[in-house]
């Protein structure tokens, strides 16, 4: 038992909605840490209770009871439960083709939204969140979902987001980062040197990976393992083998996908896939 008289504990469940591009995820953990990772998806996270904290862009945040945490596409971040606590939370990733859609429907101008601040806490916004996220893990007419989810984005982006400004030209560095970036998505399974990521670019090893590390927040390898994570995770939706997804997709075998994955995601492949093909009604009886 933990001096805040909860049980030492963990659980977590990450699965798909019925709505393709939305993901959920509820967790109660007591001791696990996320490492450094990011997601190709927005976060909107509530949470529940007890106390987390997470680091991004270089300072670090507090995750208390009825606050949400916002994270932009490609935001690298990190994640652990306070000593002596834990904490309770429940995620909802939406892809970018499924903020496109809202955004269509909101007639918000311009182009994609980024948050304001990657805390905030809204008592308004907590309803319609616990609605739609409800409605996304029960059997739920789409007519109802697509309701609840413009309601809820509609409120969360006028309220806690602004719209980007056209960027500006890239400096040449930049450039290259974005073309190794490019070519360790295109490669992720492959053994790359940093030579092979230097002489691509025309840039020293060293000039290249702080130059990357400052941009992206990881270094080249970290970027391309985390790359692999997302390819590995895409294809637990498959018939494949876990052993054979982690050869595929850049692991040394089984193990280390394992150890990998539950280290970004905090569930196992295993538990992943259970997810997503059994039914389990009992998330949402969790979060009411």
Same mark, same amino acid.
């Given at each position: 038992?933990? %001096?805040?008289?909860? %049980? ?15 993901? =959920? ?47 932009? +596409? ?22 970018? +083709? ?14 994609? /939204?980024?948050?304001?601040? &990657? ?12 609605? *739609?996220?409800? !409605?996304?893990?029960?059997?739920? #007419? *789409?007519?109802?979902?697509? #309701?609840? *989810? ?10 806690? !987001? ?7 030209? /890239?400096? +040449? ?15 992720? !399974? ?6 092979? =990521?230097?002489?691509?670019?025309? *840039?020293? &090893?060293?000039? =290249?990976?702080? #130059?990357?590390?400052?941009?992206? #927040?990881? %270094? %080249? ?7 692999? =994570? ?15 997804? !982690? ?21 196992? /492949? ?19």
């Amino acid at each position: 038992m933990k %001096p805040d008289g909860k %049980p030492d504990i963990e659980f977590a469940r990450l699965w798909e909605s019925s709505i393709p591009g939305i993901e =959920l995820y509820r967790a109660h953990l007591s001791r696990h840490r996320f490492g450094k990772h990011f997601h190709e998806s927005y976060t909107i996270g509530l949470n529940l209770s007890g106390q987390g904290c997470f680091q991004q862009g270089g300072q670090t945040h507090l995750a208390v009871p009825s606050s949400f945490h916002l994270i932009n +596409p490609g935001t690298v971040h990190t994640g652990e439960v306070l000593p002596q606590t834990h904490w309770s939370f429940c995620d909802l990733y939406l892809s970018l +083709p499924i903020v496109e859609t809202v955004l269509a429907q909101m007639e918000w101008h311009g182009q994609f /939204p980024a948050f304001r601040q &990657p805390v905030v806490i809204d008592r308004s916004l907590q309803a319609r969140f616990y609605r *739609l996220f409800h !409605a996304l893990s029960e059997p739920a #007419s *789409l007519l109802e979902q697509q #309701s609840l *989810l413009l309601e809820a984005l509609s409120q969360l982006f006028f309220r806690h !987001a602004f719209c980007r400004d056209r960027l500006l030209a /890239p400096k +040449p560095e930049s450039n290259a980062v974005a073309q190794v970036r490019a070519y360790l998505e295109a490669h992720y !399974a492959e053994s790359v040197s940093i030579d092979a =990521l230097a002489n691509l670019v025309r *840039l020293s &090893p060293f000039y =290249l990976i702080r #130059s990357f590390q400052q941009q992206v #927040s990881l %270094p %080249p390898h970290a970027y391309q393992r985390h790359w692999q =994570l997302i390819q590995a995770k895409r294809s637990l939706c498959t018939e494949k083998s876990l052993a054979e997804i !982690a050869l595929e997709n850049g692991f040394y075998d089984q193990s280390h996908l394992n150890r990998s994955f539950k280290q970004t995601f905090g569930i196992t /492949p295993g538990q992943y896939r259970k997810s997503n093909f059994v039914q389990d009604r009992e998330v949402a009886a969790l979060i009411v």
